[in-house]
């Protein structure tokens, strides 16, 4: 059940967002546009209490409770830079507003941008393990929590590899095409 929670967050997430950016380009209600987005953070809230209170009434935390703990992390560190991302294009397709901007496909500038984001992974896998660590201390309950601690795992996993096929790839192809 638990995965379907962390479906619907996702989903209510998109959903929430182009409610309010329809509200904004295409009613033109700033304030309300503003309220709904205020209310992204919401789903997160509700996500992480969903989670601790399965913990709490006995359940053993399974991949499933550290994966809602990751969802969390990645949405907090990357949620406004996905927001920022569909204004952009709303406001180009509805709004008449300037073209969207695209990442940098190459070169150093590629460099620099992945490195940004893998500043935004080590936040989410900070996030996800502090978290996952709040949720063992609330549930006091050590053995039902266990598996919980395997996403300390994960999350430094995570940030290995993004950094490999991240902006070491970015560096190595940067240097590549200018050798």
Request: with cysteine.
């Amino acid at each position: 059940m638990l995965y379907a929670l962390i479906v619907a967050c996702e989903v209510g997430f998109w959903v929430m967002l182009l409610l309010a950016l329809a509200v904004r380009y295409l009613l033109r209600k700033e304030q309300l546009s503003r309220a709904l987005l205020l209310c992204l953070p919401l789903i997160d809230l509700l996500l992480l209490f969903f989670t601790a209170t399965d913990l709490r009434r006995g359940t053993t935390a399974t991949f499933a409770h550290g994966l809602a703990a990751a969802y969390i992390g990645f949405t907090v560190a990357f949620g406004g830079m996905a927001v920022k991302w569909a204004d952009a294009h709303f406001a180009h397709r509805f709004a008449a507003g300037p073209a969207p901007t695209n990442a940098p496909s190459r070169g150093w500038e590629l460099v620099i941008y992945d490195l940004k984001l893998w500043g935004r992974c080590i936040v989410a896998c900070l996030i996800t393990m502090v978290l996952v660590e709040a949720l063992v201390q609330f549930v006091g309950n050590s053995e039902t929590t266990l598996p919980l601690l395997a996403w300390h795992k994960h999350a430094f996993g995570c940030i290995v590899l993004w950094f490999f096929f991240g902006p070491v790839w970015s560096l190595a192809t940067a240097w590549r095409r200018a050798h």
